[in-house]
């Protein structure tokens, strides 16, 4: 799903104005994959990363774990989406808006509502603190005759043909009847494939009991790439 967002502003497009019922916010941009660096401290790579006309930015995160769609994610991918978008020497009031969106499988809130969206407020008031950060988490698991329902629908289904919204639909029939979509997916499904192999072969190395030889068995990667990851390891 998240491929199918890559480079195209009308699918992000559409999923925006239906969760956020916002019905004439216009794209600009879209990127997928979206790694932002930090050199102290833990880095970050945002599934999807969205600029409307306004200059306001989205991130948006689909989550089939509900582990990686935790309350303290959101918020450090709200605080290094502020750290990216303010430039030197910019005063704090320049901040965009953000929206930090988490659409997952499961209803991750456990309390049946297809939308959560969660806001500072001032309390002893309920005054909203209006900093211009939020974040929405999306219940993948509703289902409904409703906007939200049936994009929820189409993000599970894996037939275009039985899909609500054609946006969407094109999308995914591109990926999986076209010669250029599927050549396309079994790359990735390669790429994912060889960061599953490199993460065992991550551990073995972090254990320190393997030999060499042994982790490029067990892995399935080449010797010589089992080398270049200890090397990167110690760079």
Avoid at 137 to 158: A, Q
């Amino acid at each position: 799903m998240t491929k199918c967002f890559e480079g195209d502003t009308a699918s992000i497009e559409l999923v925006l104005r239906i969760i956020l019922n916002k019905h004439d916010l216009k794209v600009l941009d879209v990127r997928t994959q979206v790694f932002i660096e930090n050199l102290l401290n833990r880095s970050v790579r945002l599934d999807i990363v969205a600029t409307d006309d306004t200059g306001m930015k989205f991130n948006v995160e689909i989550q089939r774990s509900d582990k990686g769609a935790g309350r303290r994610r959101a918020r450090y991918n709200s605080s290094m989406m502020d750290v990216n978008f303010l430039k030197k020497g910019e005063d704090f009031d320049e901040l965009p808006e953000t929206w930090v969106i988490f659409i997952t499988e499961n209803d991750v809130l456990k309390q049946g509502k297809p939308l959560y969206q969660i806001e500072r407020c001032i309390l002893g008031t309920g005054e909203s603190f209006e900093d211009g950060s939020h974040i929405l988490y999306v219940n993948g698991s509703y289902r409904g005759e409703t906007p939200i329902g049936k994009l929820m629908h189409d993000f599970s289904c894996t037939d275009p043909a039985d899909m609500y919204y054609e946006v969407l639909a094109d999308r995914v029939r591109f990926f999986k009847e076209s010669k250029e979509g599927i050549a396309i997916m079994c790359k990735v499904m390669e790429d994912m494939r060889k960061e599953s192999l490199k993460e065992v072969a991550l551990r073995m190395l972090a254990a320190g009991k393997y030999a060499l030889e042994e982790i490029a068995n067990i892995s399935g990667l080449s010797l010589d790439e089992v080398k270049k990851l200890k090397m990167d390891r110690k760079i």
